[in-house]
């Protein structure tokens, strides 16, 4: 204690030394004078360090959240689509390959494979139809549209994201399904109605991300390459579309991550059945079809529960890899 | 002032407005065949807007409007029979920011050709070789034609810029500040690569940079205020200006 004051009366003479050593009045200081200088005030923190630690902690508590929460997520989902393969023994070999599924008979007869490949089908199908389509409303916004048209288009292109997947897949069951039925007799159900249905649900998804990477193209090549001779569409095939294709291979793939996540407007158009498809309009199911469906029929710690947990990991390590490959074609883009 | 004889490109009262405002109030200028041309003047005296009436680069801007008489070879070149992508083949230009596309060093230069249609390989090699000859870049890039050419410099960017330009073999090159861009050591690699071409070609060239226009011009318009002031071979304006604005411009009392 004592030995604090002692501090404060020599930071007292400092300061009253400092003021009278001044050749140039400084106004401030001389307002307040050699005695009026506050020591309390000045040896402590300010209230904007303080607001500067508060700021801090409040950010570095709300990301520790967020790490909590995904690494319990992670973990959590981990250790019960593992227990399948650690508690009921199941092969993961088998679990990847066979096309058995029917895990309340025992653990011979949990086999993925007819969910893997549906849903690597539904979601490649999807990106290979929306793409194409995609681009060219992308190149229309941004080339040929004026710049009200472009914002026109780009309204409806929201407008498409924010109606939601329960409505899509309304609307698949009740038109596509039918269509298909008609069109080429069976059930009606099956890939191709969950293609269909996805193809409108990326469509607007990757369009608006390649909108953004054909905005990102810079006019100077543009001007350039007219300047060379070429026409519009010359520059926009082999100049704009070609510095761009990073960035629209990125977009694409959002989108597929978006296709292959796609829950509940599948589960309603795809038919449900846990078959290795043998064509596109015999009824089938995705990971996420089974999970949405068949997660109210399932005790918690049986295999059939955690059967489900293991389609649950796959779907997230495909999320993970999808993230990873955007991460990678962006790395590859900036060379 | 000068002789319509040998004049590749002649303009006559050329005005230029965007919407209600007139940036160019009627420009008559002849360049002559194989000369540089520098047009000078202050910022946004119109000089660049000008040039690009040239090979009509301004036509994408909404609410413009050109009216007077440009003729390339005698051809009316805003006539609506006017073939565009002829023309800028034979008007090529080159843009301030070296603008190479992010492809192989080859593949710029082989670009114009292939929207010719050349398919022969044989052609486009030569040609390449030929145009990166004449812009003074072979040397440098000869070992590295297949590297992107944005992992040049940025006076190498412009080059390899003035070689794409040159491989359709125009008659004329625009350009437009071509080393504004560019530090003083690019800026003057470039200035020695048009000072050797510029008896195979016509350039017309905007620059702020009074010396280099007095360095490497055999004409020099000046331009104020999208006004012609004065236009004569350079050496007599530099000398000898007959406008007492020029001479001050000239002097460096304002602009």
């Keep these: ?335 | 002032m000068v002789d319509n004889a040998g004049a590749i490109i002649t303009t006559k009262d050329v005005h230029l407005s965007y919407g209600s405002h007139e940036a160019l109030h009627g420009i008559s200028l002849d360049f002559k065949e194989n000369e540089l041309t520098a047009l000078l003047g202050p910022s946004g005296c119109g000089k660049s807007t000008f040039l690009r009436c040239l090979n009509r680069m301004n036509d994408d801007i909404p609410n413009i409007k050109i009216t007077g008489n440009i003729r390339f070879e005698g051809k009316n070149i805003y006539s609506p029979k006017m073939d565009l992508v002829w023309l800028r083949k034979e008007v090529g230009m080159v843009f301030q920011q070296p603008a190479p596309f992010p492809f192989s060093v080859y593949k710029n230069i082989a670009y114009g050709l292939q929207l010719e249609g050349i398919r022969d390989k044989e052609l486009i090699d030569q040609r390449v070789e030929e145009s990166l000859k004449q812009a003074a870049i072979w040397n440098e890039v000869k070992d590295d034609l297949n590297r992107n050419a944005q992992d040049f410099s940025g006076g190498q960017q412009q080059r390899i810029c003035i070689a794409r330009a040159l491989a359709v073999h125009p008659k004329v090159v625009l350009l437009d500040e071509p080393t504004s861009a560019l530090d003083p050591i690019s800026s003057s690699e470039v200035e020695e690569t048009l000072a050797n071409l510029k008896h195979e070609f016509t350039f017309i060239m905007v620059t702020h940079n009074l010396q280099q226009a007095s360095r490497i011009s055999d004409k020099t318009a000046f331009l104020m205020n999208g006004n012609l002031i004065e236009y004569g071979p350079t050496e007599k304006m530099f000398l000898n200006p007959q406008n007492q604005i020029t001479s001050d411009y000239l002097n460096g009392r304002f602009g």
């Excluded at chain 1, 001007?223 to 001779?229: F, P, V, Y």
């Excluded at chain 1, 070609?242 to 990125?250: D, E, N, Q, S």
């Design chain 1, 1 to 335: 204690m004592n030995l604090e004051n002692n501090n404060k009366e020599n930071l007292k003479d400092v300061v009253n030394q400092a003021l009278e050593d001044q050749t140039i009045k400084h106004v401030k200081l001389n307002k307040i004078g050699p005695d009026k200088a506050n020591v309390d005030k000045l040896t402590k923190p300010s209230k904007e360090t303080r607001q500067e630690y508060w700021g801090k902690g409040l950010t570095a508590a709300a990301i520790l959240l967020i790490i909590i929460l995904v690494v319990s997520i992670i973990g959590f989902i981990a250790i019960h689509g593992l227990a399948t393969f650690t508690q009921n023994h199941v092969n993961p070999w088998k679990f990847l390959t066979s096309s058995d599924w029917d895990p309340g008979a025992g653990k011979n007869f949990v086999g993925a494979a007819p969910m893997i490949v549906t849903s690597f089908a539904v979601t490649l199908f999807s990106a290979i139809v929306a793409t194409p389509f995609a681009i060219a409303i992308a190149l229309f916004m941004t080339e040929y549209a004026s710049k009200r048209g472009s914002k026109y288009l780009q309204f409806v292109v929201e407008l498409l994201v924010g109606i939601p997947s329960v409505v899509y897949g309304f609307l698949g069951l009740t038109i596509v399904v039918p269509f298909i039925r008609n069109i080429f007799g069976g059930t009606g159900f099956g890939i191709l109605a969950a293609t269909l249905v996805l193809f409108v649900m990326v469509l607007p998804t990757i369009t608006s991300l390649t909108v953004d990477a054909l905005k990102a193209v810079p006019d100077h090549y543009r001007k350039a390459s007219l300047a060379l001779g070429a026409t519009h569409w010359q520059t926009i095939y082999r100049v704009v579309l070609r510095v761009a294709t990073p960035r629209i291979l990125t977009a694409v793939i959002f989108g597929m991550a978006r296709a292959f996540g796609e829950a509940l407007a599948v589960q309603m158009v795809i038919g449900n059945a846990v078959l290795m498809p043998s064509n596109l309009i015999s009824p089938s199911a995705t990971l996420t079809s089974q999970l949405t469906s068949q997660m109210g029929n399932t005790v918690m710690g049986t295999l059939p529960n955690n059967a489900l947990w293991s389609l649950a990991l796959l779907l997230l390590i495909m999320a993970l890899f999808f993230n990873f490959l955007v991460r990678l074609i962006g790395r590859k883009g900036e060379k």
